[in-house]
């Protein structure tokens, strides 16, 4: 079985600071990992996915995230804050060995707020 | 544009009423999911479906119902069994199973259904 942890529910950073929001895996196999960003009262959007490529992957809107399998991590980063980054990011897992069984497992998530 | 839609956007119902939460996608994804999001819980998965007139349970089935017979279609039934149904339902899509972006969703905005 996967999972992921993220840990901190709740992230406060000032504008234009180092935005770190951290994410951890279990899984038997090498995993796909994604993280979705989701603004109040939305479905979720995919900011970037890790897929067994590149260990560094870069999405939307500035962010980027790098798998590292010896720490088990795949925590999302952006170098510089903006007001319109304040959301609810969720971090999840699947088994791309799974073949017609690809389903996502969740994180928990975390709140991220931008303090001007 | 391509999308999800999903009807209503809110919905109140009373206790030992089954209400049925719409999920249209002309995306022409062969999968379609219904997630439960709860705060401080992330996302559960209730049902998916991966073809026409198939579906499985997810991790949290129990006092939900679902049907999928047509591709672009995949309404939930929130039935009088659930005990606690107030919360967020999020119905996704992805292409067909099996191929790498079989792992990347995409959501609907979402509907919340209150019970009174």
């Known amino acids: 079985a996967q999972s992921v942890t993220q840990l901190g529910s709740h992230v406060s950073v000032s504008e234009g600071a180092l935005v770190l929001l951290r994410c951890n895996y279990s899984?038997?196999?090498?995993?796909?990992l994604f993280w979705y960003v989701q603004y109040p009262n939305q479905g979720l959007q995919l900011l970037l996915k890790y897929t067994s490529a590149a260990t560094l992957v870069k999405g939307i809107n500035g962010f980027e995230a790098e798998f590292k399998k010896s720490e088990t991590s795949f925590h999302l980063t952006k170098p510089s804050a903006h007001m319109s980054d304040a959301a609810e990011y969720f971090c999840a897992v699947s088994d791309p060995t799974n073949f017609g069984n690809e389903k996502l497992t969740f994180g928990t998530g975390t709140r991220l707020t931008i303090i001007p | 544009d391509g999308g999800i839609t999903q009807s209503p956007k809110y919905l109140f119902r009373k206790e030992g009423q089954n209400v049925t939460l719409s999920c249209e996608q002309n995306?022409?994804?062969?999968?379609m999911y219904w997630y439960r999001q709860d705060p401080g819980q992330g996302l559960r998965l209730i049902y998916y479906s991966q073809i026409v007139n198939d579906f499985q349970k997810g991790d949290i089935a129990e006092g939900y119902s679902v049907s999928r017979e047509k591709k672009e279609s995949f309404p939930l039934t929130v039935t009088s069994a659930q005990k606690n149904p107030t919360a967020f339902y999020l119905c996704a899509s992805s292409p067909l199973p099996g191929l790498a972006a079989a792992n990347v969703l995409t959501f609907g905005a979402g509907s919340r259904l209150t019970v009174l």
């Open positions: 995306l022409n994804h062969d999968a």
């Open positions: 899984s038997s196999v090498p995993p796909y």
